[in-house]
């Protein structure tokens, strides 16, 4: 019998196989003097404009390469790639996500960007943040190179404040603060909440442990945060809002609604949204007009998960050296300045990320720029789906209010530790 373990390292192989097989014809490919054409596949629509800005100007650099940008959302991204590297035809040039590059490092799917960017003239690896180069990194080999960073703000309803006659929130604010004000904002009758808190990790409660001075997964990868007394207080404070405090909407309502939806309908006087939000709430005629974005408040300390997508290059690509060539124009300045300027993320280059300032004038997104001085990298490991998916099943009942994080904390670490020793 196979164990998940096994099984996953059986199916790497096997796309590694396949892959390698594919590749072999490919090794020496070039363009032999004709016009080439790239796929570079995202997930994200509201950044299709961007990243289409950015193919134009290599385009325009490179005329005998043309590249093909194309979407597909992300309920569907993942199981297209990983058919598409089942059988070989993965798209040149991808997005790759933290929750995923695990399950690609293996088998020679991702092509080992490192001497590319070691004999760049443009750009330098070290310009990125060492988190996320690491993260997408493995056995010394760079296989995905950082496009984005993001962090986590709290978005506030200015013209719910302003009736309420309540200062609006900033870096100074704590718990307690967010509390008393969320108890003020909030309006039964008017169906208004003082605070919209979902169930939800990267967005959500994670922020609150790090910020409690807990943590989701030691530092060795070996144990889980939910043995901590900091993280169990920090979950059950947040669950509490909608629970305990009624300041809220609770989870069955979210189930109905989403949090993004009472936002930007006036029923939430405040929210936790991560900075690739921006363009949903630009892009929103209510939101536009009448909300804004301040840091998290701060608990035991100030914290904000942070997490970045990377581009990655399949190995098996007909056109290895155009591809490299893509990748590195991606990662530089000028493409990481078109980025930035479209709004489409917060550029991961050094000293580019204040050009996402310029796409939202409208909105304080330099609190997200300057939230990276105390972010915590998103919790990772190689079956990061796995855990995460134990800890939202045993906390359902928690923000039902049925149980307790205390009750569910033991069982949520074995099941997380289980899966953390398979690995």
């Keep these: ?250 989870q069955n309502q979210f189930a109905d609604n989403s949090n993004l939806t009472f936002f930007q309908s006036g029923r939430g006087a405040m929210a936790f949204f991560g900075s690739w939000m921006t363009a949903e709430m630009a892009n929103n005629e209510y939101t536009a007009e009448n909300v804004d974005v301040a840091p998290l408040p701060q608990g035991e300390k100030q914290a904000t998960i942070f997490n970045g997508l990377a581009n990655s290059v399949a190995e098996n690509t007909e056109y290895p050296q155009e591809a490299q060539k893509f990748v590195e124009f991606l990662s530089s300045e000028k493409a990481m300045k078109i980025q930035g300027e479209n709004g489409s993320a917060i550029p991961a280059l050094e000293g580019i990320d204040t050009t996402f300032n310029e796409a939202y004038p409208e909105f304080n997104t330099q609190i997200f720029i300057d939230q990276m001085e105390y972010g915590v990298i998103k919790p990772y490991t190689n079956q990061t789906t796995r855990w995460e998916n134990i800890e939202n099943e045993q906390l359902i009942p928690v923000f039902a209010g049925e149980k307790s994080t205390d009750e569910v904390a033991e069982d949520i670490a074995d099941q997380v530790e289980d899966i953390l020793a398979d690995e």
């Design 1 to 250: 019998m196979f164990t998940k373990k096994g099984m996953k390292r059986k199916i790497a192989l096997t796309l590694g196989l396949s892959l390698f097989l594919a590749a072999c014809g490919n090794e020496d490919s070039t363009a032999n003097g004709k016009d080439v054409t790239l796929t570079y596949s995202i997930w994200d629509a509201i950044q299709e404009p961007g990243m289409q800005a950015i193919a134009d100007a290599f385009e325009e650099e490179n005329p005998e390469i043309k590249v093909n940008v194309e979407v597909t959302p992300w309920e569907q991204y993942w199981t297209k790639l990983e058919s598409s590297a089942q059988g070989g035809s993965m798209p040149d040039v991808f997005w790759m996500h933290s929750n995923e590059i695990a399950n690609y490092s293996e088998g020679n799917v991702l092509m080992d960007l490192s001497e590319t960017f070691e004999n760049s003239e443009n750009v330098s690896i070290e310009q990125f943040p060492e988190e996320l180069v690491e993260l997408y990194s493995a056995e010394d080999k760079l296989l995905g190179v950082p496009k984005d960073y993001d962090t986590i703000g709290l978005w506030y309803n200015k013209a719910l404040f302003d009736e309420a006659g309540i200062e609006y929130p900033d870096g100074n604010w704590t718990w307690d603060d967010l509390l008393v004000a969320a108890q003020e904002l909030t309006d039964e009758e008017a169906g208004v909440y003082g605070i919209l808190a979902p169930l939800n990790r990267q967005e959500g409660y994670h922020n609150f442990i790090y910020q409690n001075d807990g943590y989701v997964i030691s530092e060795d990868k070996t144990e889980s945060g939910f043995r901590n007394e900091e993280t169990v207080e920090a979950v059950q404070w947040y669950a509490d809002l909608s629970v305990k405090h009624n300041v809220s909407p609770t």
